[in-house]
């Protein structure tokens, strides 16, 4: 069965700057490639997203077309930096504006996230990577994503110094390991949730 993958990167810096967590988030497509799922990535910031908690927020806003493509991918790779210890203001406009998949339903009456999987990626300099993940589950876990077992991969360079993850030369070996188990298994539930859907609430 074909799979699909869409990161949305949640970086503040726009296109072309270089992203660390760009980088992560590629680094979860090619994981996942590996196990069959085509991928695109998106660098949020450089669209027009207006802020709100509706599917269209009026002329100019760019989250409808974004969210085609979230709706029409199996999975979610949600990669954010950590500033100031938390999420960016980026990461959090997409998910006030996945709120508004609350409701919304599929031909069948289940809401329309039920059925996609979401795993995060966080990059840093500084800690707060599982703060930020816990967030980011929970609110993705709200509107209807299911987070498979080990579903974050994340990167936290040393306290108060400099160093980006993308100014690494060399493989960080648990990173890397957790790349590889968020990706798999990612794609291995996603396959059971496109196989069999979950019920329809209420029936």
Not at 30 to 43: C, M, N, Q, S, Y
Not at 147 to 166: L, R, S
Request: net charge negative.
């Amino acid at each position: 069965m074909a799979l699909t993958a869409l990161a949305l990167n949640c970086t503040l810096k726009p296109s072309p700057a270089t992203s660390s967590t760009e980088k992560l988030a590629r680094e979860v497509l090619g994981e996942l490639a590996r196990h069959g799922v085509t991928g695109d990535l998106v660098r949020v910031v450089d669209h027009d997203v207006r802020p709100g908690v509706q599917t269209d927020m009026g002329e100019g806003d760019a989250w409808p077309a974004l969210r085609e493509r979230v709706l029409a991918a199996d999975i979610l790779v949600f990669a954010t930096p950590t500033w100031m210890g938390h999420a960016t203001s980026v990461a959090q406009r997409v998910l006030e504006r996945l709120d508004a998949e609350l409701s919304e339903t599929d031909a069948a009456g289940r809401p329309t996230l039920f059925g996609k999987v979401a795993i995060v990626a966080v990059v840093g300099n500084e800690d707060g990577a599982h703060k930020i993940s816990a967030d980011v589950f929970q609110a993705l876990d709200d509107v209807g994503y299911t987070i498979p077992a080990q579903g974050v991969t994340y990167w936290n360079g040393e306290a108060m110094h400099t160093t980006d993850y993308v100014e690494l030369t060399s493989p960080v070996t648990e990173t890397d390991s957790a790349t590889a188990v968020s990706a798999a298994n990612a794609a291995h539930l996603a396959g059971l949730l496109a196989a069999s859907a979950y019920p329809v609430p209420g029936n």
